[in-house]
Structures are given as structure tokens and as C-alpha cells.
């Protein structure tokens, strides 16, 4: 799978995958080896732009971390929204439905 990642969701990815690298227990949900999940992380794109998902089992964890993401982030833009921020829970917001696009 390839898409494309602007930096901010980059980083995003980039943060939810360093999770997945922590965790054995969460790798082996998925059934990546800690070889597999190091270098899926290695292949993120820190400044953004075209990223190649190599592998069925990678992708299966790619798209269960950010869809799992999105929905934390849905909760956080609610909270922004009820603080009065109404930019940036539509900013988040808008991020959230991305990762729901692109990891679906």
C-alpha cells in the first residue's frame, strides 16, 4: 500500500508505531516479530511524504494502530470543541477522518 502522509500525520504515525515497537504484547496481536515492527517504523516518512507499506501483516497493523488513533482523536477534538477551540477540533478533527480515509 502507498499513500501519502503530510509531516504532522507523519509524526502522528510515527508516534502510534513507536507504541507498537514497545510492546511486544501488541506486536504479537498483530504477528510482527520486533525485527518487522523496527523496520516498519524505520520506513515512515519523518517529514512526510510517499510511504510504501510492505507486507500483509504490517498493514493489518498499520491500519488497526490508526484507526484505533482516529477514534482518540475524534475524543480529542471533542474536548477541544467544548473548550471553545473550535479550530483546533477542526483541525483535529479533520486529521482524525485522513487516518480514517487512508487506514480504512
Given at each position: ?33 520486533q525485527p518487522k ?68
Amino acid at each position: 500500500m502507498k499513500l501519502r502522509l503530510t509531516k504532522n500525520d507523519a509524526q502522528e504515525v510515527l508516534h502510534k508505531l513507536g507504541v507498537l515497537a514497545d510492546e511486544p504484547e501488541l506486536q504479537e496481536e498483530y504477528g510482527l516479530t520486533q525485527p518487522k515492527t523496527d523496520a516498519l517504523l524505520a520506513s515512515v516518512p519523518t517529514n512526510g511524504g510517499e510511504w510504501t507499506i510492505a507486507g500483509e501483516l504490517e498493514l493489518a497493523a498499520v491500519r488497526g494502530e490508526m484507526q484505533d488513533h482516529a477514534l482518540v482523536l475524534h475524543d480529542i477534538a471533542d474536548d477541544a470543541r467544548a473548550a471553545n477551540d473550535k479550530m483546533e477540533s477542526r483541525r483535529i478533527r479533520q486529521q482524525a477522518r485522513r487516518f480514517e480515509k487512508a487506514f480504512k
